[in-house]
């Protein structure tokens, strides 16, 4: 959901090591008396999508979140604001909307019995490892939904990444505040019509990996990479809010319902 909040008194610089994010950073370098990031009430973020995850996911692995202002020097910058050198950074991210947003939290489990605890802020895909397509039993709430998929994957996006790799693979965009999680199968084969489902952020999604030996299966959590899964639980991260500053006009919602328009 968007507020405005109280304005920051300290931020944080961070760019991500491309030439264009590099050069940024030296011309705002001048503009603000920076601070650490562990001293920050909120982070200026420089560089694309991928860039601002990682600074997410380091946030939440450190157990400090604060307020994200992203400028795109990347490549879509869905995450991200307008870069404009030219612009005031400290007066742009006082007058910032703030979006939150929850991540997902996942457990998954390798054939080998280890279990692994993932979170994912756009989404947590299962892909196959081999030439083998992938067969996974599907779960929702406390029943089983499908006896056995057979894809090339199948992932689980939050309405943030709703518009990313779930996009891609033909699933549908979810507004911000909708409280809904997209499951949306890969290249699937059977069952033949089934193109996925719309699910209550609030019902808990278990895949659980067939024929492993002969069909082995990987799980992605936005960056992280876990390989030989027996089975995913996935559920929202209710403990912890994300928050994103967007200049005005420029919000996360804005730009879900503007994609829903491109026609070229």
Known sequence: MASNGTPFQRLALLASDTPRAQE???LLLSQCEWVPIEEADAAVVLGGDGFMLQILHAMIDAGRVIPAYGMNLGTVGFLMNRYDKRAAIAARVAKARRWTILPLRVEAITQDGET????????ISLLRETRQTAKIEVTVGDRVRINELVCDGVLVSTPAGSTAYNLSAN????????KLLALTPISPFRPRRWR??????????ILRVLDPAKRPVSAVADQKELRDIAEVRIEVKEDIALTLLFDKGQSLEERIVAEQFITA
């Open 196 to 205: 996925g489902a719309i699910l209550p952020d609030r019902m808990k999604i």
């Open 171 to 178: 699933g549908p965009i979810l507004p911000l505040d909708s």
């Open 116 to 123: 692994h605890e993932m979170c994912a802020i756009n989404e």
């Open 24 to 26: 940024a950073y030296e």
